[in-house]
């Protein structure tokens, strides 16, 4: 029980840390947590706390899930026949390093001033990793499982059921693990420039209306608490038990 | 010998490194019969592994031919089973679904009756829902030879099978493996590099040459089951493939 409870009381000592060097500095440097946690309030009092995370997680949900539908079954294709990996390769390469960030003028240009350029951009913050994740998973089965589902009579249909699915499976939900964290950074950075709502809007508004900067880092707080959320949903998805397999051995 | 289960027919194969043409085999022949317990002995990298994945369908020769039951091999097939070297049985399934992965074919009866079945005959009951991370290295390998079995496979190949287990296991699972050979008469093809395992297990030794690998010489091992391994026509047999083996490596 104490050891679980010596991370918070590290935050707890953080905060204190931070409320007393702040009220000492001589110049405005930062918020006081307690601004902060009024700020939070006042947010949560007008509603605009819930309406904000519901938009961003809406985007993030859309684009994440987009980019798993396609990136997936395409990386499997690619990663299980050479031919495809010779030919996707370098189209893959060159398009990969380009940050999403990039791509906000032509998304705005595409889908204007609103939710689908922001889930564009999120949907390519994601797909690119998450292609890559998969062509690796396959390439990285090792030859013995797959020898071995031939040699029982499976046909080819079979072998991508029974012996490659399962064999990529774990590779694939820590892909998706790091993707969504991905796509939480992207959805922010997206929000300040693409939309007017959601909480990257919010961290803008808040200092374009005044410089409310209890605001600006109320909305920090509240995406790293959502951000961490939403990694531990992901997590329970490796511990299910007939996924865990590769975690567990040796 | 009657009409013999296994042949190889001048069987050559050469893999291409860095451009070049490499022979592995050089002119294979040899017959195995029916029921058999054969040998495939030889330094490591020597080629019998390929040797072995050739007669099982995985590789293609370069020229000759296997044939099985007088059909010429052509792939891998459920008849015959190879048993991997490096554990090929399947982390995401269970033993009893390892043991039933190639079951498919049959209805649900049938298929618990042959898993409990094997189980039982590799000594795994109690663990028929476990998964393969929690079983050790010698119950993982006892897992894959009844995944093999269970198929009920006229052939099984054998690569190095006991190679990464700890001395006592490996001296246990021959045991079990000459068990099951004797309750079933499977034709048995079995690579090592161990050359008492070769005397011990089998009914024919093939000695292997460095590569490419040739036959050097096939080594008839006439002592009954359970073999006395401190007989004098056991420890002749031994050092006369001692002695054969460090003539190929005499420098």
């Known amino acids: 029980m104490i050891v679980r409870l010596r991370p918070l009381a590290l935050i707890v000592v953080l905060l204190l840390l931070w409320q007393i060097t702040v009220s000492r500095a001589p110049a405005h440097i930062l918020p006081t947590p307690w601004a902060v946690a009024i700020g939070m309030g006042e947010l949560l009092q007008h509603g605009l706390l819930l309406k904000y995370v519901v938009a961003s997680l809406f985007r993030v949900t859309w684009g994440f899930v987009l980019a798993v539908v396609l990136a997936v079954p395409l990386g499997l294709v690619i990663g299980w026949n050479r031919r495809a990996d010779m030919a996707f390769n370098p189209l893959i390469q060159v398009l990969r390093p380009i940050s999403p960030l990039a791509w906000i003028p032509i998304a705005i240009l595409w889908f204007g001033v609103g939710d689908l350029a922001a889930i564009f951009l999120i949907f390519l913050g994601c797909f690119f990793p998450l292609l890559l994740t998969s062509i690796n998973a396959v390439q990285n089965i090792p030859a013995v499982y797959l020898n071995a589902g031939r040699n029982f009579g499976l046909s080819p249909a079979a072998v991508v059921a029974r012996v490659l699915f399962p064999a990529v499976i774990p590779q694939l939900i820590v892909g998706m693990r790091i993707t969504l964290g991905v796509g939480w950074l992207v959805v922010v950075a997206a929000e300040m420039i693409a939309v007017n709502s959601g909480l990257g809007f919010l961290i803008v508004d808040a200092r374009n209306a005044g410089d409310r900067y209890d605001l600006v880092v109320a909305g920090m707080v509240i995406i790293g608490l959502i951000g961490l959320m939403l990694d531990i949903g992901m997590r329970s998805l490796q511990q299910l038990k007939s996924l865990r397999w590769s975690y567990s051995e040796d | ?251």
């Open chain 2, 1 to 251: 010998m009657a009409s013999p289960k296994l042949q190889a027919e001048h069987i050559h194969t050469a893999f291409m490194r860095d451009g070049k043409s490499m022979p592995v085999l050089q002119d294979i022949n040899l017959e195995v019969a029916d029921g058999e317990f054969v040998c495939l002995l030889g330094p490591s990298g020597c080629g019998k592994s390929t040797l072995l994945s050739t007669m099982a369908g995985f590789l293609s020769p370069s020229s000759g031919e296997i044939k099985i039951d007088g059909q010429v091999v052509r792939g891998p097939d459920p008849r015959r089973i190879f048993v991997f070297q490096e554990r090929g049985v399947f982390p995401w399934l269970t033993v009893e679904g390892n043991i039933a992965f190639g079951l498919f074919r049959l209805d649900e009866a049938e298929r618990k009756k042959r898993v409990a079945h094997y189980v039982k005959m590799v000594g795994l009951e109690g663990f028929e829902k476990a998964y393969p991370a929690a079983l050790s290295g010698g119950m993982k390998q006892r897992l894959e030879v009844a995944r093999a079995l269970a198929v009920n496979p006229d052939m099984l190949f054998l690569d190095e099978p006991f190679g990464a287990l700890d001395s006592i296991t490996r001296l246990t699972m021959r045991g079990e493996l000459l068990r099951i050979w004797e309750a079933e008469r499977k034709t048995i093809i079995f690579v090592t590099h161990d050359i008492d395992e070769a005397v011990q297990l089998s009914d024919r030794v093939v000695l292997l040459s460095a590569r490419p690998a040739t036959i050097q010489q096939i080594v008839h091992i006439d002592i009954p089951h359970p073999r006395d391994i401190s007989s004098a026509r056991y420890l002749e047999l031994r050092d006369g493939i001692f002695k054969q083996i460090g003539l190929a490596h005499r420098l």
